[in-house]
């Protein structure tokens, strides 16, 4: 069953979509393309974290944008990859969190898959994280089990940080257990106070930050957020770590100009995760870097700083570039789904067991070859039996 899957994935930091499509037996990403999210779309996704009028039919407008967009960067990869689209065995679609509660049983992806399945012909996979929810873990963070199929060495511990909105770790020891859970934001406040001073959709480089000088009282008073301090599994998003938690925690000391604002969020991030990385994996010496955020020099600057005695390694290094990693887990996901295998890992996410990840949107006329070929490869239990 192994074959060509398309991942789409668009993170919290409402960037894009980036959509990829993975060779699931090679672990090769064959074609990257991404589609910057329209910034109406953008707007209303970020508006969806928060209360507000008339939610389901604003979510139900953004899903169906959304899977459009998916739709035409789909056309876009077979396109560029010359790959018919016959060939696709299923697309894993992440869509877009909105509300990440996994303490009140919910996490909420905007997504219409049902949409995607009929623009492209093709099996959709979605909705990954609410069944590990369902199993009472965090449905988050779901990339670890993909980090370890993809850039785990027997015996050899790994670490592998992602830095997208959220910053999330995957950590090995050289023994086998692996674990993995969110440190706190990454890009996704630098994005928001870069946007409301600089105007621009993030601090390129990290430049403004790098001349800013870290307020250490401010920064402790972010820091003194419980999450920071919590023990995995534990994740998180936008709906908590956003630019209204800023104001409030800037509230007490307005004296700090935005440019030391930005380099005090930036020291924030990379201090809670090096913190994170010394207490879980002391041993470990390689740090595996993917993610938007590896472009942040400062940031990266801040890190290397904070864990001397790491190497600091971008993943093109390990066969697959930074941005192509999560939306590489996601069709590598629809795989494991398709297979019958799960997909999480329990001791990153807290789900009392290893679950088939993913709801099944099979294809229509077009792609029947494909869905019938899910279905052939997976007779029902007992079959044999009633012969
Ligand atoms: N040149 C750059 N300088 C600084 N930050 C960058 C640069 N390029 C990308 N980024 C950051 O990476 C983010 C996108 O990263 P991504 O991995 O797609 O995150 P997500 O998974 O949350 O969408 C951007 O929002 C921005 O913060
Ligand atoms: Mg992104």
């Known amino acids: 069953m192994a074959g060509l899957f398309i991942g789409l994935m668009s993170g919290t930091s409402l960037d894009a979509l980036d959509g990829v499509i993975l060779d699931v037996g090679a672990l090769r990403v064959v074609a990257h393309a991404q589609a910057p999210l329209p910034a109406s779309l953008r707007a209303t996704f970020d508006a969806l974290n928060r209360p507000g009028a008339d939610e389901l039919h604003r979510a139900a407008m953004a899903a169906r944008d959304l899977a459009e967009l998916g739709a035409g960067l789909v056309a876009a990869l077979l396109r560029d990859a010359d790959v018919p689209a016959s060939r696709i065995c299923a697309i894993g679609s992440h869509g877009q969190t909105v509300r990440h509660r996994p303490e009140l049983g919910y996490t909420l992806q905007i997504d219409a898959p049902a949409l995607l399945a009929e623009r492209c012909g093709m099996t959709v996979v ?18 670890p089990a993909f980090h370890r199929a993809c850039f ?12 997208g909105g959220i910053a999330n770790l995957s950590l090995q020891g050289g023994h086998g257990d692996v674990m993995g859970f969110d440190c706190g934001p990454a890009n996704t406040l630098l994005d928001a106070w870069a946007q409301r001073h600089l105007g621009q959709p ?12 870290v307020d250490t009282a401010l920064l402790r008073t972010l820091l003194r957020d419980p999450y920071f301090a919590a023990p995995p599994p534990k994740s998180t998003g936008r709906d908590h770590f956003n630019i209204d938690w800023l104001d409030r925690a800037r509230t007490a000391h307005p004296e700090v100009t935005p440019r030391d604002v930005q380099a005090t969020l930036a020291e924030l991030s990379a201090r809670a ?8 994996q002391p041993e470990g010496r390689e740090l595996l870097v993917c993610g938007g955020g590896i472009r942040n020099r400062d940031f990266m600057a801040r890190l290397g700083r904070l864990l001397p005695a790491w190497r600091l390694i971008d993943t093109t290094a390990r066969g697959i570039p930074p941005q192509q990693v999560e939306a590489a887990a996601f069709a590598w996901l629809a795989h494991r789904a398709l297979a019958g295998l799960p997909g999480n890992l329990p001791q990153a996410t807290g789900a009392t067991g290893p679950r088939v990840l993913g709801a099944i949107w099979p294809a229509g006329e077009a792609g029947a070859l494909a869905s019938q070929a899910w279905v052939a490869a997976t007779p029902p239990r007992g079959a044999g039996r009633r012969d």
């Open 126 to 143: 979605a909705d990954f994280r609410s069944r590990d929810v369902a199993a009472g873990g965090q449905g988050a963070p779901l990339v």
């Open 152 to 163: 785990g060495r027997a015996g050899h511990a790994l670490a592998v940080l992602n830095l």
């Open 202 to 213: 993030f601090d390129a480089d990290g430049a403004w930050a790098s001349g800013g000088t």
């Open 273 to 280: 995760i090096a913190a994170d990385l010394q207490h879980h």
